[in-house]
Structures are given as C-alpha cells and as structure tokens.
C-alpha cells in the first residue's frame, strides 16, 4: 500500500491518546490528520504541526480510520458516526468490548447507544489474531483483561485448570490507569508512600469482561477473584494470578507450555524459570512479560505485567490497526 492511512485521535490529550499519537508518528504508513481534546483545545500535539481541535471540529472526511480515546458512553456515539461515514474505527474505550448490551448495562450502569457495535472482535491480537483482518471496527481489550487473559491463556486453552477452584488476580496498576481527570484518590499525597486496594470483591467493570473472554476459551472455569489496587508509580501494570490445575498437568510442565506457546509470539516474553516479572521488564515497553512459580504440585502462581498504556492500550490498538491493513503486526512496535 503505498498511500499512507489517514488517521484521527479522539481524546488525544488523554494518558492512553498521548501514547497513542507517539505511536502513530512512529508508524511508517500512517499520517496523523486530527487530534481531538475538549481541554487542550488549540495548544500544539507534541512533535507534530497539529494543534488540539475540539471534537465537533473534527472532519471524518478527512480520515480513514480514527482512534477512540474516550470515555465509555461517549465513544459508541463517535463510533457510529464514522462507520456510517466509511471511516473505520479502533476504540479503546469499552463500548465494543461486550457481547450483549444487557452485559454492559450490568457493568458500565447504561443503556448502550448503539448495541449494533457490540459485535466487533476483541482486539487481543495473541488469541483473536484470525478474526481481526480486514474489519471496519476493533474493540481494544482494557489493560487488566489484557494483562490477565495473557498470563492465563495457555492454561485456558489446554483446559488445565480445577474448575471448582478459584482464579485469584491480585492486580496492581499505575496512576494513569486511573485517567488524566484529577480524582480524590489519584492526588499525589493521596497516592505517595501508599498501596490502595479498590472495587474489591466483584464490583470492577473489568472482572464482567476478563470472564467473557475466559468463558469463550474454555467454558468450565472457577470463580474469577479481582482485586485491583493503585500502585505510587505513573505507568506499569502487574498481576499476580494464583490458580490451581487439574489432573492433566502438574506445575513443573507449566513454565515449558508457557514458553511453547508463546515461542512465535514477538510482544510476549516468558521470563527464565526462577526470574520473577517486574514492572521494570514492561514500563514503556510494547510487550507483556511473564513468569512462572510452581508451588505446589498443582497450585501455580503467574506474574504478568505489562505498561498498562502500551501493551495495555496503545501498543495493542497498532497491532490491531497492522491486522486490519494487512502490515506486519510488530510494524513500528519493535
């Protein structure tokens, strides 16, 4: 292809849409033609020549495709009216992630504008890489699925797991999984020199989606067990997952499945058996890192991490947007 896709950012003054542009300006077959931000209206886009432009100025007739950093809600609306223009669309919002509108009603607390959307692919390249090609629409997984649904997917797909134990994600994120908006809880006295646990049990939006997704790889699964927490860092994600396998395997043949599955995989690095992941192996990274800790002959514990902006959000919507266009998938990631 040798004209450049036409792209627009929504939301672009966002933690995930500051990422995003950088990405884009990366990328060899892209030319960045709007950035949107309510806020920062007519200040300059970092490292372009583009200034920041109020959403209702921005013109779909000029994109091919745009990039949805928006809150949820908002996002499906903006969605709409692109697709009905031709323009194609990677969101990285939820509103395509759900398969049912009664779904996102039950997590996300609305009707769903246009449950139409809900029927896009779930854009978790690693394991729907067949299903995201040549689409008009992608939903972006959010940062704790993708974080999780990694370092669970090989035991998944082999069915390895005890159905009637639990899977527990002890998950912890950087500040700017929380948003660019200021909250209470994301002040920097409140966040310096402390470890918050939020939305314990199953009250965050994210446990409705990591369950989907896990419930389409294997239907007989244990009760999914989430707690997120907010780590004093600005960017990084961890979890820390604890499961307990079936007869068909015992821990000391997990660390060999994982580093099989994942051999061909250029964004997800197995860590050598006794090397534990750290936030460090994955901050301003395009890849998921992962390790392996047997316990006990059938009790595993997986740390995946990621950079909850990156691999979490950005990273993965180029990786999408490669699929969809027929590029190589790692173009401009490594």
Same mark, same amino acid.
């Not at 809150?71 to 919002?93: Q, W």
């Given at each position: 292809m040798s004209e450049?896709?036409?792209v627009g950012v929504y939301g672009a003054a966002g933690y995930a849409g500051q990422d995003m542009v950088e990405l884009l300006l990366k990328h060899p077959q892209v030319e960045l033609v709007f950035a949107t931000s309510s806020t920062s209206a007519g200040e300059n886009v970092p490292y372009? +020549? /583009?200034?920041?432009?109020?959403?209702?100025?921005?013109?779909?007739?000029?994109?091919? @495709?745009?990039?949805?950093? %928006?809150?949820?809600?908002?996002?499906?609306?903006?969605?709409?009216?692109?697709?009905?223009?031709?323009?194609?669309?990677?969101?990285?919002?939820?509103?395509?992630r759900l398969d049912t509108p009664e779904s996102y009603k039950e997590w996300y607390g609305l009707d769903h504008p246009h449950p139409e959307l809900l029927e896009a692919p779930y854009g978790l390249p690693e394991i729907n890489r067949d299903k995201?090609? +040549? /689409?008009?629409?992608?939903?972006?997984?959010?940062?704790?699925?993708?974080?999780?649904? @990694?370092?669970?997917?090989? %035991?998944?797909?082999?069915?390895?797991?005890d159905s009637t134990a639990p899977i527990i994600v002890d998950a912890k994120s950087g500040v700017t999984g929380a948003g660019r908006t200021p909250k209470a809880n994301t002040h920097f006295v409140t966040v310096h020199d402390n470890l918050t646990p939020y939305k314990t049990g199953r009250k965050h939006r994210h446990v409705g989606e990591i369950e989907q997704e896990i419930a389409k790889i294997t239907p007989t699964h244990g009760t999914l067990v989430f707690v997120p927490h907010l780590l004093p860092v600005s960017r990084g994600l961890m979890a820390s997952i604890y499961v307990t396998l079936n007869h068909r395997i015992t821990s000391d043949k997990v660390h060999s499945l994982y580093t099989n599955h994942y051999a061909d995989e250029p964004l997800v690095k197995v860590l050598p058996l006794g090397v534990d992941a750290e936030l460090r192996d994955a901050v301003l990274t395009n890849?998921?890192?992962?390790?392996?800790?047997?316990?006990?002959?059938?009790?595993?514990?997986?740390?995946?991490?990621?950079?909850?902006?990156?691999?979490?959000?950005?990273?993965?919507?180029?990786?999408?947007?490669?699929?969809?266009?027929g590029f190589e998938e790692t173009l401009s990631l490594i």
């Open positions: 450049k896709i036409r372009t +020549n /583009l200034r920041y432009i109020p959403a209702e100025d921005a013109s779909l007739s000029e994109a091919d @495709l745009v990039v949805l950093a %928006l809150p949820h809600g908002a996002s499906a609306v903006t969605a709409k009216e692109a697709l009905d223009k031709g323009v194609r669309v990677i969101d990285l919002s939820a509103d395509m995201l090609h +040549n /689409l008009d629409k992608v939903a972006v997984p959010g940062c704790y699925p993708t974080t999780t649904l @990694l370092g669970l997917y090989p %035991l998944l797909q082999m069915d390895v797991l890849h998921c890192a992962i390790s392996i800790t047997p316990v006990t002959d059938n009790l595993v514990h997986i740390t995946s991490v990621t950079d909850n902006l990156r691999k979490g959000t950005a990273s993965q919507a180029i990786q999408c947007f490669n699929l969809m266009y």
